[in-house]
């Protein structure tokens, strides 16, 4: 996407007679004055309700904070502590195996109802909205509640499994399978990179498809060295996207886990876990370093997409 | 924003509120000018967790209240258990909190020691009286010799069993003093009766009162000084007991166990008749009795009785920033000692703590309620002393005590491994 810059001089009336240089700064600076002025309701919102707490919560990752008593300083005895703590551990653990499956699954699973769904046949909206439907249910506290009911030991799933004669088990109740059942549930999400990818693929030249036929290629050759390279800059946008989603994941954890991360920790994702320690346990200070260390992770991780992404992604205008 | 449920008395709050406030307009701009409170009116805010029940009788008393004190108006507010302390403790942080909340030992030391409670003791045998209380209830609401909370209830830890199943295979009731082999083995009958279609107990390994109580009749407790009050062979032994009675089909499969955990009350195994036994506290037998067409019994937890004792289930305390402390303390005295108040309030948080109040209003109870009663007389002169509150960090340690419970059993450690695991994770979770 690029901006289009607007030249200032198509804005601002020509005056009759070449204007005076500093006339026209002051003007110009009017016309910043009013932008900011416009912008103020979202400055004093990004100020006051993002800005201020995050500089606020990086102090009170320094220090001892029960929200009773005031803040009491102790340097980085927070981030040390989570150095030695087995849960801290282990829920990174989880929240990377969570992330690392439901992230490429979700695309993949995007990118091939996109595929099937960019065709032009009667009542191809209908299908396409009807795909994507899951996506505006998505992290909804109900629908977790519905998924819990659902892999339950007497849930709809272990019925289906019934009808064919397979034993189920209390998926959401077992260690084993719980987390799986969060995984799914995100990649049933799959609707908003769906609809990307096939804006995306909208955008293929169809000449490019016609050049490979005619040297040749079917349509998996095609797939591979038309529609991906071609592709790559939407899935490039996507699974920076939903990485960063799929590490934030609370919600569904937060219901199918019972709100501790149960059956035994193994839905503890970062984020509940983050939840536990500061209003559980009132440890607002080791929540705050917490909440930072796992900016950071993310941020770092977004650098490492970045980096890594020149090398596969193609922006088709000869640099890459 | 105050807010409650609509019932048959809101248009008539809603009414006398808009009337006191009609009242009292001209009244608090005359306060502008420096003129506090010479009106008389006061306004108070009340906040407690529970369920509907809770909040029909805590509500009646409250009206009852306002009626015998037309001056006064009580804001009311009322929400589940889950998350009631996320927001206390964030309009305490903000200054904002109400004038009388509900509290439970989880908490209590915690906010007294951060000053957010209004230390009570002025109060005592004046606006409030004392003197009828039961034995040793008062005591449980100091902290740090400051009276901190206001005992609201007592309950202990009950077994709560399903009378209409045990009857049914023509095997005994449990009684008090059982020990926990001789449940086991109860149970297993149980179990083989049925066929395995009811688990002759559940399986309380992940629960911190049942674990608590086993403890304390080894001589030991669940935190002693702040720290954990027992070691990792003990917490290796209590698996083990419960591996085995899963083993040998006294106990459920973690499968059936598992959606009780954390639910809410309505998924203990004794209401989905999965199972024939449900650790609790006494209190919620009447609770209980509702979800289910079975008849249930209350027993104590097997063991020596010594190990369980009077329990404040929870306590009334008035926030330290309250502008009316000395109304509020007459609301707390209302509910605590008042016959009437005592009648409506029943015993839904407990039994009441007011032993006259307790003797007058007995007879009104539901019959589920009685059973309650019948069982903590029988109780009250086999009570061990009160254990201290615990500590902070108390939650994290409830949540690794469950974790590692579920680690045995679902295979995944054996009670050695998961006992071991759990030491490590719980010294990290206390003081911080």
């Known amino acids: 996407m690029t901006l289009t810059r607007i030249p200032s001089e198509t804005r601002v009336p020509a005056p009759p007679r070449a204007p005076a240089p500093s006339k026209r700064r002051i003007g110009r600076r009017q016309e910043a004055m009013a932008g900011y002025v416009f912008l103020t309701p979202w400055l004093i919102g990004l100020i006051g309700i993002t800005a201020i707490p995050m500089l606020y919560s990086l102090y009170l990752s320094f220090t001892r904070y029960n929200l009773l008593r005031p803040p009491e300083w ?61 996506s505006l249910l998505g992290g909804s506290v109900a629908l977790a509640i519905v998924w819990q009911a659902m892999f339950g030991v007497t849930g709809a799933f272990n019925n289906l499994l019934g009808l064919v004669g397979i034993e189920g088990r209390g998926w959401v109740n077992d260690p084993d399978t719980a987390l799986w059942t969060l995984v799914l549930l995100a990649v049933w999400q799959f609707g908003a990179p769906m609809v990307i990818f096939l804006a995306g693929l909208k955008q293929i030249p169809t000449e490019l498809y016609e050049a490979a036929w005619v040297d040749g290629a079917g349509r998996i050759r095609a797939f591979w060295h038309v529609t991906l390279p071609m592709l790559s800059p939407v899935i490039f946008f996507n699974l920076v996207l939903e990485m960063i989603n799929g590490f934030q994941g609370f919600t569904s954890a937060y219901v199918i886990g019972n709100g501790n991360g149960s059956p035994a920790g193994s839905t503890l994702l970062y984020t509940v876990y983050l939840y536990l320690r500061g209003f559980g346990n009132l440890q607002m200070g080791y929540a705050s370093a917490m909440a930072w260390v796992f900016l950071i992770a993310v941020g770092l991780l977004t650098v490492v997409l970045f980096t890594t992404g020149r090398m596969w992604v193609h922006y088709g205008d000869g640099d890459r | ?136 209830l008062l005591e449980t609401g100091t902290v740090d010799g400051q009276v901190a909370g206001l005992v609201a209830a007592q309950n202990t830890p009950g077994l709560i069993y ?142 020596d009785p010594s190990g369980q004792w009077a329990r404040p289930s929870m306590f009334w305390s008035i926030y330290a920033g309250s502008e009316h402390a000395e109304a509020a303390a007459d609301v707390i005295n209302f509910l605590i000692n008042d016959p009437e108040a005592g009648q409506l309030l029943g015993a839904e948080r407990g039994l ?65 491994e998961a006992a071991a695991s759990f030491f490590e994770q719980a010294a990290s979770a206390i003081s911080l």
């Open chain 1, 74 to 134: 102790i340097g980085i005895a927070n981030y040390e502590r989570m150095l030695s703590d087995p849960n801290f551990r282990h829920a990174v653990w989880v929240t990377l195996m969570f992330a690392l499956v439901s992230v490429p699954l979700k695309l993949t699973v995007a990118l091939g109802v996109a595929l099937l769904l960019n065709r032009e046949r009667r009542g191809i909206g209908f299908f396409r909205a009807l795909l994507y439907l899951p």
């Open chain 2, 1 to 136: 924003m105050p807010h409650k449920p609509a019932s048959r008395h809101s248009l008539r709050r809603v009414t006398a509120l808009l009337a006191a406030g009609a009242v009292a307009l001209p009244l608090t701009l005359a306060a502008c000018g420096g003129d506090e409170g010479e009106d008389g009116t006061i306004e108070l805010e009340i906040l407690w967790w529970g369920g509907p029940e809770r909040a029909q009788a805590t509500e009646a008393a409250l009206d009852l209240y306002e009626e015998r004190h037309p001056n006064v108006t009580i804001h009311r507010r009322w929400q589940g258990y889950d998350g009631y302390y996320d927001g206390l403790s964030t309009n305490a942080a903000a200054g904002d909190a109400p004038d009388i909340f509900q509290i439970d030992e989880n908490l209590l030391s915690e906010f007294a020691t951060n000053g957010i409670t209004y230390d009570l003791s002025e109060f005592l045998g004046d606006t409030i009286e004392v003197d009828a209380l039961a034995p040793g």
């Open chain 2, 162 to 303: 399903d009378r209409t199943v045990v009857q049914q295979y023509g095997l005994p009731e449990p009684e008090i003093g059982m020990s926990w082999e001789e449940l086991i083995d109860w149970a297993e009958q149980i179990s083989q009766a049925s066929d395995g279609q009811v688990y002759g107990t559940s399986d309380p390994s992940h629960d911190y009162k049942a674990l608590w109580v086993w403890l304390r009749q080894r001589g030991q407790e669940l935190y002693e000084d702040g720290e954990l009050g027992f070691s990792e062979a003990d917490l290796t032994e209590w698996f083990q007991l419960w591996a085995e009675a899963r083993a040998s089909g006294a106990a459920p499969p973690p499968d059936v166990s598992n959606p009780a955990i954390g639910g809410d009350v309505s998924s203990q195994l004794v209401i989905t008749q999965q199972a024939a036994t449900s650790f609790m506290w006494d209190n919620q037998l009447s609770e209980l009795s509702e979800g289910t067409d079975h008849e249930l019994g209350l027993t104590a937890y097997p063991g």
């Open chain 2, 352 to 416: 009441p703590p007011n032993l006259d109040v307790r003797e007058q209003v007995a007879d009104s109870f539901s019959e589920a309620m009685q059973e309650v009663v019948a069982f903590e007389e029988q109780m009250v002169d086999q009570f061990g002393d009160a254990p201290s509150p615990p500590p902070p960090g108390h939650a994290e340690v409830r949540r690794l005590l469950e974790d590692a419970a579920q680690n045995v059993q679902f295979g995944r450690a054996t009670p050695a």
